[in-house]
Nanobody, 116 residues
Framework: QVLVVESGGGLVQAGGSLRLSCAAS?????????MNWYRQAPGKQRELVAT???????TYADSVKGRFTISRDNAKNTVYLQMNSLKPEDTAVYYC?????????WGQGTQVTVSS
């Protein structure tokens, strides 16, 4: 059973940067098809922000392209989301998601707040 735990959220001013981390444990790296970052702002639906596949192919939501970068460190079983040029509309709870052979696994979420 794969577990994922996020860290790295916080409060930052507009234009600033944060790096989120997602540590995966409890399963073989080969059981994970892709790792995703989602976010959910108050009153809005959860949206997919970025994906990195087992082959390290990355995709991004249009709203974050050019500002966010998803990456992975296989030795540490950790996925990162580097967020630059943050905007107030990036404020949300960010969730790590593992797309595994047994289904999707979610973390508890980490709050990111961007002040104007």
């Amino acid at each position: 059973q794969v577990l994922v735990v996020e860290s790295g959220g916080g409060l930052v001013q507009a234009g600033g940067s944060l790096r989120l981390s997602c540590a995966a444990s409890g399963g073989s790296i080969f059981s994970i098809n892709a790792m995703n970052w989602y976010r959910q702002a108050p009153g809005k639906q959860r949206e997919l922000v970025a994906t990195i596949t087992r082959s390290s192919t990355t995709t991004y939501a249009d709203s974050v392209k050019g500002r966010f970068t998803i990456s992975r460190d296989n030795a540490k079983n950790t996925v990162y989301l580097q967020m630059n040029s943050l905007k107030p509309e990036d404020t949300a709870v960010y969730y790590c998601n593992a797309d595994t052979v047994w289904g999707h696994v979610w973390g508890q979420g980490t709050q990111v707040t961007v002040s104007s």
